[in-house]
């Protein structure tokens, strides 16, 4: 007769990207039962026998699970204040639509991603006291799936930063394979996730490094200001060298103008020029105007498009995101042939 093992519930709950207090509590909605952490190490380790309406439920939900295989998203800009990380939030959030599991990492030690979901200031502090944050993976302190926290968002998880963060460029320096280890502990989350979106620092140092090297696609916001397109040509170039030594497979997923003022001469100048400068190459997708709407979401620690699903913009986000989902589909597609 099939059943489930102690080893059979550790390998849903990691396929799952949760740590046991995450698969408790999910377990707990599911079932309006009251288990903890504890329980959970006694049946992972067969200390303990699973009770059978748990071993029915698990059953099921192995029957029904969908194989995942998590794209590799990087959102960067070696600018900053060009909106990325209000990109990276509101585009994980669109990813999320029909169901899909979708992990945000912060790794930028500003923490911005991570305060955009509604972690407070001193919550991170907390976070860094309990080497949960993205800083201590890096490390090779910490598991990734034991820094992973949920959001408020339903299918939104993430894997917080700190300012310890800021040391990490130093010290991967002095490891010569440094600028891939993000690549490796990704491997932990890959079955976990259908997507996982890297909010970058601004800049080129190896925290960014690592991203790029462990995506398979990178978007780019590009804010409609004079000389953007200097930065965005280093930035080409530098994803042009990963590419060559390190991450063959990594290409533009697109540039998101951002802050966009239709009613300013070089808003509309800039915005010209990144379509001419990159037509037939990099798809450059419509502008997300300059609104106080994301600001303010940004201020009061959520998600633009979850208080606000018709925000300036949205219709851009959820175009990125179907244009990714269609990259995942004819990933598996060819991967299945």
Known sequence: MLSIVGDDMRQLRERRGENQTQFAD?????LGRSYTKARISRWESGAERIPQQLVDFLMRQRTDEKPRSATFLAIANQKGGVGKTATAVNLAYALTDGGARVLLIDCDSQSNATV???????????????????????RSEEPLTSVIMPTTESGLDLVPAGLSLADADVELAADSTGGLILREKLEEVRHAYDFVVMDCAPNLGLVTANALSAAELVVVPVQTEALALLGVKRLVDTIGRIRRRVNPGLRIAGIIPTMYNDRLTQDRATLQELHESYAGQVPVFPPIPRATVYGKAAAAGMITLA?????PGAETFHEVARQIRDYAQRRETAHVA
């Open 26 to 30: 999910w377990l707990n909605a599911q």
């Open 116 to 138: 955009h979901v509604g972690v407070g200031n001193a919550a991170i502090v907390a976070l860094e006291q309990q080497r949960k944050t993205l800083y201590y993976v890096l």
């Open 307 to 311: 208080g606000d699903p018709k925000a």
